[in-house]
């Protein structure tokens, strides 16, 4: 296997953006977020704030029904579709023909942040994977993708997968233990099984692309270790894709974005103690640096 590159802002001199359009809100990428439950409406509200921070036009959210007109009001920019309700409080069966309505007409697609990990989660990434729309997936979603490996590399885009190390030993069918061991093999392994782009997450993270070619990123800094801050990455991530973005370069830029936004704040308010809804606010100013 050959060394990883070094993922820093020279790297992504090779991976641009695609560019700001003087135009209206439809050609400035619309995502399709999926996340969120009754007791995690926080995981939705972050990934969505991201994503209007990294520049999505237009955002809309499928959540839980007891919980959409909350977080309605905590970001008035976005729609909100209350979806059918389990008893766990996630999404059940009968929210895949909403998110299928709604897939119909935006650009990308982030599912997993807050979801609950319930009967309905495999028909729900089913009718994902079967939308054909660049997809984002991260949290519970990754729990269930394994049995739908053959439709993750027939999807005319390569899906994005965020996991860490307990998710990515529910990819490989392995212990967290092994993946411990070796991230960067395992990421290789995962993208390679599953024909789709991977990071594996972690103070030290690594990303590995659909043709095996890998990637390091050594800018964690410990205020990142805190709950809510994986949801974030997630936004933006989703909203570089629906801004037009291929999913290897919305990924790492993804990364790189999260990484400084964290390393702007240790130096604002400290090393630790700042918290994951601080940081999408410091990413409009880290994409003009482009």
């Known amino acids: 296997m050959n060394q990883p590159r070094e993922l820093n802002r020279a790297e992504l001199r090779n991976f641009p953006l695609p560019p700001w359009k003087d135009s ?4 400035h990428g619309r995502l399709l977020i999926c996340a969120g439950s009754r007791d995690v409406p926080g995981s939705a509200i972050l990934s969505a704030s991201a994503a209007f921070r990294a520049g999505a036009g237009k955002v809309q959210l499928v959540t839980a029904e007891t919980v959409a007109p909350g977080i309605a009001l905590l970001i008035p920019e976005l729609l909100a579709i209350g979806a059918n309700e389990a008893e766990d409080g996630g999404l059940d069966a009968r929210a895949v023909e909403v998110i299928r309505r709604r897939s119909e007409k935006v650009d ?5 942040p807050g979801m609950r990990r319930n009967d309905s989660l495999d028909s729900i990434v089913g009718a ?3 939308t054909g729309r660049p997809l984002v997936l991260d949290a519970a979603t990754l729990h269930v993708i394994r049995a739908a490996a ?3 590399r027939k999807a005319p885009v390569p899906p994005v997968l ?6 990515m030993a529910s990819l490989l069918d392995c212990d967290e233990a092994e993946i411990e061991q070796d991230r960067l093999a395992a990421a290789v392994k995962a993208a390679r099984h599953f024909g789709t782009v991977v990071l594996a997450k972690g103070s030290t993270s690594f990303i590995a692309s659909l043709d095996q070619r890998t990637w390091v990123w050594r800018g964690g800094v410990p205020g990142l270790g805190v709950a809510g801050s994986g949801d974030v990455r997630a936004g933006i991530v989703g909203a570089l894709l629906a801004r037009g973005a291929e999913p290897l370069t919305a990924l790492l830029w993804g ?3 999260h990484g400084e936004a964290g390393e702007c704040l240790s130096k604002q308010i400290g090393p630790v103690g700042f918290r994951a809804s601080e940081i999408p606010d410091q990413i409009p100013a880290l994409l003009a640096r482009q």
């Open 24 to 27: 209206d809100k439809d050609e």
């Open 108 to 112: 990308a697609i982030l599912a997993g």
């Open 128 to 130: 994902l994977l079967e």
């Open 150 to 152: 053959d439709s993750c």
């Open 162 to 167: 965020l996991p860490h190390s307990g998710e």
């Open 255 to 257: 990364v790189l974005l």
